[in-house]
């Protein structure tokens, strides 16, 4: 049996309490959404799609609702850029207001004014900054000022928990250390490291640089906690709290044109229609069946 609290993240795991397979909930524990492909920024890396695609909210909402009823946890909304969809803060207070879902984002944080922070209190339970190396390195990659995601941290810092994530690729590789160092300066609980993915033409993170990723983290001693994605540990020693729970019982992700997949890398998915998201979940499971 699995509690959680969305305010605090705090997770439970009573692992003397057996609960039968029917009984588990239906949903992922955690499905990502693309609110929107647009973005203000091109990051050479960005593996998102680039064609327009955005969500409706009205669909969106029964989405939230339905996955709440199934046993979900929570939903983390990204993109593009989430600060660009046009209702967010719509959004996040139908998340907070009519469902027990956790809601986290991730975003680059230069369009959160603070405006915006005070529209999203008490709405968004976990914010996830993306930065990738530090000063020049950052400029070069975000093309945007590395002093202005200071500020940005730093009003963000005084309103939500929040993370921080970094690219890794042979820019970044080289600066983990700086970027630790700004995680704990600025108050992060988290530091989501994640080797480049191949978009674009581009190769990804090379063995090299991985290898490099891997050495680093069995030397780290600082005080933020590291997390690695999923399929990125290679050898590296990893906790598996809910062995249970595997592939599309643990995570989903849908894309900004309605289509719902493994992860945002893979490329089959399946349309959520008007029978709703499970029963897509229910047929993109059925492909995996001989």
């Known amino acids: 049996m699995h509690l959680f609290d969305r305010r605090t993240g705090l997770n439970v795991l009573l692992d003397d309490v057996d609960v039968p397979k029917a009984r588990w909930s239906r949903a992922p524990r955690q499905v990502s959404i693309a609110l929107t492909n647009a973005c203000d920024l091109a990051c050479p890396f960005c593996y998102a799609p680039k064609s327009a695609a955005m969500l409706d909210t009205d669909r969106l909402c029964a989405w939230l609702d339905e996955l709440d009823a ?13 600060t660009l969809y046009r209702r967010l803060t719509q959004v996040c207070r139908h998340a907070a207001d009519r469902t027990r879902l956790a809601v986290t984002m991730t975003t680059h944080a230069h369009r959160f004014t603070l405006e ?48 921080i994530n970094c690219v890794v690729n042979a820019r970044t590789v080289p600066e983990l250390d700086a970027v630790a160092d700004l ?30 990723l891997h050495r680093w983290i069995t030397t780290y001693r600082g005080p933020v906690t590291l997390t690695l994605a999923e399929g990125d540990s290679g050898s590296l020693p990893t906790a598996q709290p809910l062995p249970g729970e595997t592939g599309l019982r643990t995570y989903a992700h849908i894309d900004a044109t309605g289509t719902l997949r493994r992860t945002s890398y893979h490329s089959a998915g399946e349309p959520v229609d008007d029978r709703g998201i499970l029963a897509a979940l229910n047929r993109l499971q059925q492909k995996d069946v001989p």
């Open 183 to 212: 995680a704990a300066s600025t108050g992060a609980t988290e530091l989501l490291l994640l080797p480049e993915q191949p978009a674009h033409g581009r190769p990804g993170a090379s063995p090299d640089t991985v290898a490099a």
């Open 116 to 163: 915006l922070i005070d529209a999203l209190a008490g709405t968004v339970n976990f914010i996830r900054v993306s930065v990738d190396g530090v000063g020049a390195t950052y400029e070069s990659l975000r093309g945007r000022p590395f002093a202005d995601l200071i500020q940005h941290l730093t009003w963000i810092a005084q309103a939500f928990p929040f993370g």
């Open 70 to 82: 199934e046993g979900c946890l929570g939903v983390g909304f990204g993109g593009g850029e989430p």
